[in-house]
């Protein structure tokens, strides 16, 4: 079992380039989740999918987009990459929501 | 919405020291989580605590719940190195047909030899 996989791991982008941010889990969960990571503000949640077929704004969801492709994998989208985007972004899925949430590895955005 | 405040952010401790962790949380929620963080790496899932009352131990670590309190402790017993890492706590946001989990700011950990 993988649990959570993120690709890519790092990645350097210029203000306005976009790019996709993949996240696929292989525990047959039915939510999962993205987050970003910034110093001294802990995790805030982006966007999440509670099953297959939704999706729902989270903490803050400004500048970005999902799809929920099928039941494994969940991809995250900046159409127009900002400075204040530079951030570690973390995929995670849990069997429901409200229940133990897995983790994937990280992506470390830079935009510059 | 749930709002979970850990104390301390920081903490230096030395080894074979105790110390406690504390997570404080808002609003009704039956459900608490504890999460380890090493740098440069993701979140790894140390206890969930499901009802009141709720005590669980792994190694040097105990984690316990009091709901009526609206409070989580994590104590660390006899400190060592390998327990530096961020610690944090998230409890659980109802809102209707989805419930989603709220986390900490994270409790920076340094054990010094």
């Known amino acids: 079992n993988a649990g959570v996989t993120q690709t890519p791991k790092f990645q350097v982008l210029k203000t306005g380039q976009s790019m996709t941010l993949q996240c696929a889990q292989d525990m047959n969960h039915n939510s999962m989740y993205w987050y970003r990571q910034d110093p001294g503000m802990g995790l805030r949640l982006i966007y999440y999918?509670?099953?297959?077929?939704?999706?729902d704004k989270g903490e803050v969801p400004n500048g970005y987009n999902v799809s929920r492709l099928n039941k494994r994998e969940f991809s995250l989208r900046l159409e127009s990459a900002a400075p204040s985007q530079t951030s570690v972004y973390f995929c995670a899925s849990s069997p429901r929501t409200g229940y133990e949430q897995y983790f994937g590895p990280g992506t470390r955005l830079t935009v510059t | 919405e749930l709002k979970v405040e850990q104390n301390p952010l920081f903490l230096s401790m030395q080894e074979g020291k105790n110390y406690t962790i504390y997570c404080n949380y808002s609003?009704?929620?039956?459900?608490l989580y504890w999460y380890r963080q090493d740098p440069g790496k993701s979140l790894e899932s140390l206890f969930v605590?499901?009802?009141?009352?709720a005590v669980k131990q792994e190694g040097r670590l105990m984690a316990s719940l009091d709901t009526k309190a609206r409070l989580s402790t994590l104590h660390i017993t006899a400190a060592v190195h390998d327990l530096s890492a961020t610690y944090f706590c998230?409890?659980?946001?109802?809102?209707?047909?989805?419930?989603?989990?709220?986390f900490g700011t994270g409790t920076l950990l340094a054990v010094q030899p």
């Open positions: 998230a409890g659980e946001n109802y809102g209707g047909a989805t419930n989603k989990l709220i």
């Open positions: 999918s509670a099953s297959e077929g939704t999706t």
């Open positions: 609003t009704t929620s039956d459900r």
């Open positions: 605590l499901l009802s009141n009352g």
